[in-house]
């Protein structure tokens, strides 16, 4: 057992720990928190069977942000240009009064729900069956819309369904891994301890990233594929038709369990390792190593993040990967998955509810079936659910347009993290804006007409779902501060105030505390492919966690989902009837019953290679992506006010190769202006930082309206998953007066 210790225990004091699980990233580490008089004072590992005892340095420091002096302790309501305090009956009187007159006005869509990926489940449930089953808005959408909703597409186009195929124990038993523009080092360090240890007690495991950068992964892998930006589907093809070419694929597997064979060989067979090349930029050599180690391999485990879901044709590149998988037969075996991989804590509970873009249960909101049956369980009418839900893109657009006239951010800080930021920032202050947040102190916060303080990890109880499907339990180990509330009060008393009621005039939420939520919820997904019916709180804690489906005939939970290669795809099942992946179109009942695979077989899909929308020319010659540091998560609301986290990333900066900074004579920490179609920031060059030539590199976290990547990025999105394009801007470099900044400090 490894233990991992941080913290400032009191001596002489009466310490107790609490059993929990991290509430930073999808990896779902358990932890133990330390409790003195009340307030969180440390946290460690334990032998979790995800973590072993380890924790990240984001996990580490978390604990220590929950009492910053920025939290919101009481409600604050907009007097003029500034926020003032208030009661809570005041703030929720206003919210009610303006909601009822929106609803009243201009319909149900006038109101719009935008949360976090870092909410509990019991919340998240709570939200959709307020929103969609009380309210009847189709506006709801988290802002794992922004860095995962590739994920729950893809696996409904390949698979019918979306939902992880495989287990973490799978890259232990694997032969190869494939990292698909995931810096696993530094955005889920202890999944990457795990693999560094599996390559330890495994030489022979190799390891490929495909990354632009050469990452602190790359650098530790066995081959490392540099691709231009926006070019990912072009590599995926090319390595799928070595495999067919070379004869490494399941003719039998093909046959029987998947369609879509033969379009698919037509469609890759151009992508030769040299026509490839061209593209992409990476050596034919390379493609045929990378292809050779994929195709004899026993066991291949894949995973895509945000270097895929933020970039050009997200979508298509992360169906041609599971296609890679389906082709090869490995699929649903030990050491044979590809993860699609999510990136904040509870962002899998997000699409299982359907407080994302879905609808609770992956119940398919084009079929009348699953919507009878929702409407049963619910308890009303069915008119009110089935409506298209509108991605978060689109409902931004909405509010730009005025369209939304009340518009609820819960736990995200959209006013630093949305593309085309500038545009956003109009329609935020034009709305009618409910922020609920536990810090007071957020870009989103200073434009809100009404704040609301919650509780935060650690202050409240409730379940989160990692990447594996495992559900973890987050303990409640202390008290909010001030007059804050969970996120989970507040819509039930939301929902009390606005008087919503099922069809018999009992309340529609009728329950109050978090595990009446968590029991609700386990019959609503009862019978439904994320089916929590079998789980309890005491199970959770006692085995720390469990992967659905979990039920009466899998009381210990499912390791691996397609053990027997059958595929929710039928119409009956499916969860989509899916989208046109170059023009988003959603295509109807009938439209898939067209196309629809053989009872339960999977999809072969990809995509033939299409340039990036935004591209570079003698005005625009670089390329600048974005992407995330080890020791800050999203807009730094947690991790900037972590004293140590703050020191070892202190700001800002623009990566910048050798060669392109001697060409425009920019020295190492001299501060640049970065200049796109759509606006500019200004950083300091951090020079040699990894980045290949015609490239610039900027970290995300950074929301100050100067230094933020995203006033610089497009407005486009990925037609079928909505998710925005945050990894390819064409902007130029400028000089500015030659100073170095302040804060400038090299590692």
């Known amino acids: 057992m490894r233990l991992r210790?941080?913290?400032?225990?009191?001596?002489?004091?009466?310490?107790?720990?609490?059993?929990?699980?991290?509430?930073?990233?999808?990896?779902?580490?358990?932890?133990?928190?330390?409790?003195?008089?009340?307030?969180?004072?440390?946290?460690?590992?334990?032998?979790?069977?995800?973590?072993?005892?380890?924790?990240?340095?984001?996990?580490?420091?978390?604990?220590?942000?929950?009492?910053?002096?920025?939290?919101?302790?009481?409600?604050?309501?907009?007097?003029?240009?500034?926020?003032?305090?208030?009661?809570?009956?005041?703030?929720?009187?206003?919210?009610?009064?303006?909601?009822?007159?929106?609803?009243?006005?201009?319909?149900a869509s006038a109101v719009a729900f935008y949360n976090s990926g870092q909410l509990l489940l019991e919340e998240y449930y709570t939200l959709s069956k307020l929103a969609r089953g009380g309210i009847g808005t189709p506006n709801v959408d988290s802002n794992t819309r922004l860095c995962t909703a590739t994920v729950g597409e893809s696996l409904m186009q390949s698979f019918g369904a979306d939902g992880p195929p495989g287990a973490y124990e799978d890259f232990e038993q694997a032969d190869c891994i494939v990292l698909f523009g995931h810096n696993a080092a530094e955005q889920s360090t202890v999944l990457w301890m795990r693999m560094l240890a599996a390559k330890e007690a495994n030489p022979a495991l190799k390891i490929i990233t495909i990354d632009p950068r050469r990452t602190a992964t790359a650098k530790a892998a066995d081959l490392h594929l540099a691709p231009r930006p926006g070019t990912n589907i072009a590599l995926v093809n090319g390595i799928m038709r070595w495999l067919v070419e070379n004869g490494h694929f399941d003719r039998d597997f093909v046959d029987e369990y998947t369609v879509g064979f033969a379009a698919l060989r037509t469609l890759i067979e151009p992508y030769t390792p040299t026509h490839v090349e061209a593209i992409t930029g990476i050596p034919a050599w390379q493609l045929a190593r990378a292809a050779e180690w994929i195709g004899t391999s026993p066991r291949v485990v894949t995973t895509c993040l945000q270097g895929v879901y933020q970039s050009n044709q997200a979508t298509a590149t992360a169906c041609a990967v599971n296609t890679m998988h389906l082709v090869m037969g490995k699929v649903g075996k030990p050491g044979c998955a590809p993860f699609q991989f999510a990136g904040q804590p509870s962002s899998m509970n997000t699409r299982e509810t359907g407080a994302d873009g879905s609808y609770p249960g992956y119940r398919n909101w084009a079929n009348p079936v699953h919507m009878a049956d929702l409407a049963k369980r619910w308890n009303v009418p069915v008119e009110i659910l089935g409506q298209k839900p509108i991605a978060?893109?689109?409902?931004?657009?909405?509010?730009?347009?005025?369209?939304?006239?009340?518009?609820?951010?819960?736990?995200?800080?959209?006013?630093?993290?949305?593309?085309?930021?500038?545009?956003?920032?109009?329609?935020?202050?034009?709305?009618?804006?409910?922020?609920?947040?536990?810090?007071?102190?957020?870009?989103?916060?200073?434009?809100?007409?009404?704040?609301?303080?919650?509780?935060?990890?650690?202050?409240?109880?409730?379940?989160?779902?990692?990447?594996?499907?495992?559900?973890?339990?987050?303990?409640?180990?202390?008290?909010?501060?001030?007059?804050?509330?969970?996120?989970?009060?507040?819509?039930?008393?939301?929902?009390?105030?606005?008087?919503?009621?099922?069809?018999?005039?009992?309340?529609?939420?009728?329950?109050?505390?978090?595990?009446?939520?968590?029991?609700?919820?386990?019959?609503?997904?009862?019978?439904?492919?994320?089916?929590?019916?079998?789980?309890?709180?005491?199970?959770?804690?006692?085995?720390?966690?469990?992967?659905?489906?979990?039920?009466?005939?899998?009381?210990?939970?499912?390791?691996?989902?397609?053990?027997?290669?059958?595929?929710?795809?039928?119409?009956?099942?499916?969860?989509?009837?899916?989208?046109?992946?170059?023009?988003?179109?959603?295509?109807?009942?009938?439209?898939?019953?067209?196309?629809?695979?053989?009872?339960?077989?999977?999809?072969?899909?990809?995509?033939?290679?299409?340039?990036?929308?935004?591209?570079?020319?003698?005005?625009?010659?670089?390329?600048?992506?974005?992407?995330?540091?080890?020791?800050?998560?999203?807009?730094?609301?947690?991790?900037?006010?972590?004293?140590?986290?703050?020191?070892?990333?202190?700001?800002?900066?623009?990566?910048?190769?050798?060669?392109?900074?001697a060409g425009l004579h920019i020295e190492d920490g001299e501060v640049v202006r970065i200049?796109?179609?759509?606006?500019?920031?200004?950083?300091?060059?951090?020079?040699?930082?990894?980045?290949?030539?015609?490239?610039?590199?900027?970290?995300?976290?950074?929301?100050?309206?100067?230094?933020?990547?995203?006033?610089?990025?497009?407005?486009?999105?990925?037609?079928?998953?909505k998710q925005p394009i945050q990894k390819h801007a064409a902007v130029r470099v400028e000089k500015t007066d030659g100073r170095r900044d302040a804060w400038w400090r090299a590692p």
């Not at 133990?32 to 969180?40: F, T």
């Not at 099922?502 to 009728?510: E, M, Y």
């Not at 951090?686 to 900027?698: E, L, S």
Request: contains cysteine.
């Open 392 to 661: 978060a893109p689109d409902i931004f657009e909405q509010v730009v347009a005025g369209q939304v006239k009340v518009l609820f951010v819960m736990g995200t800080n959209p006013a630093a993290s949305l593309p085309d930021r500038e545009r956003m920032l109009g329609g935020l202050r034009d709305v009618f804006l409910v922020v609920m947040d536990p810090f007071a102190d957020t870009e989103t916060v200073t434009l809100a007409d009404v704040y609301l303080p919650t509780a935060m990890w650690g202050e409240k109880t409730g379940c989160m779902t990692n990447a594996e499907r495992r559900c973890n339990l987050v303990q409640k180990v202390v008290e909010p501060p001030g007059l804050a509330r969970s996120d989970f009060d507040i819509l039930v008393d939301l929902a009390r105030r606005m008087q919503l009621v099922d069809r018999s005039g009992r309340p529609l939420i009728g329950y109050t505390e978090p595990r009446e939520a968590f029991e609700e919820w386990k019959a609503c997904s009862k019978g439904t492919i994320p089916d929590y019916s079998g789980m309890t709180y005491e199970m959770l804690v006692e085995r720390g966690g469990v992967q659905w489906p979990c039920n009466s005939d899998r009381p210990n939970g499912t390791t691996r989902l397609y053990l027997d290669a059958r595929f929710p795809t039928s119409p009956e099942r499916a969860e989509s009837y899916l989208k046109d992946l170059e023009t988003g179109h959603d295509h109807s009942k009938h439209e898939y019953e067209k196309v629809v695979p053989p009872r339960d077989r999977a999809r072969l899909i990809s995509e033939a290679y299409h340039p990036p929308g935004d591209e570079v020319n003698v005005e625009y010659p670089m390329i600048a992506v974005s992407g995330r540091l080890a020791y800050h998560w999203h807009t730094r609301t947690k991790t900037g006010k972590v004293a140590e986290l703050v020191d070892a990333a202190p700001r800002v900066y623009v990566g910048m190769h050798e060669e392109d900074a």
């Open 675 to 721: 200049v796109s179609r759509r606006g500019t920031l200004v950083a300091p060059a951090k020079i040699g930082d990894n980045t290949p030539r015609g490239v610039i590199f900027v970290p995300f976290h950074f929301g100050d309206p100067e230094t933020s990547p995203n006033s610089v990025m497009p407005a486009l999105s990925d037609p079928a998953s």
């Open 5 to 107: 210790l941080v913290g400032r225990i009191p001596e002489n004091s009466n310490v107790r720990w609490v059993r929990s699980t991290c509430g930073l990233c999808s990896i779902g580490c358990g932890v133990e928190v330390a409790v003195s008089d009340g307030k969180m004072c440390g946290i460690r590992g334990y032998d979790h069977p995800v973590s072993r005892g380890r924790l990240g340095p984001k996990g580490v420091g978390q604990w220590q942000c929950n009492d910053h002096p920025t939290r919101g302790k009481t409600p604050l309501m907009r007097n003029q240009d500034r926020l003032v305090e208030s009661t809570w009956d005041e703030a929720m009187d206003r919210i009610v009064d303006h909601v009822n007159r929106a609803i009243a006005e201009h319909g």
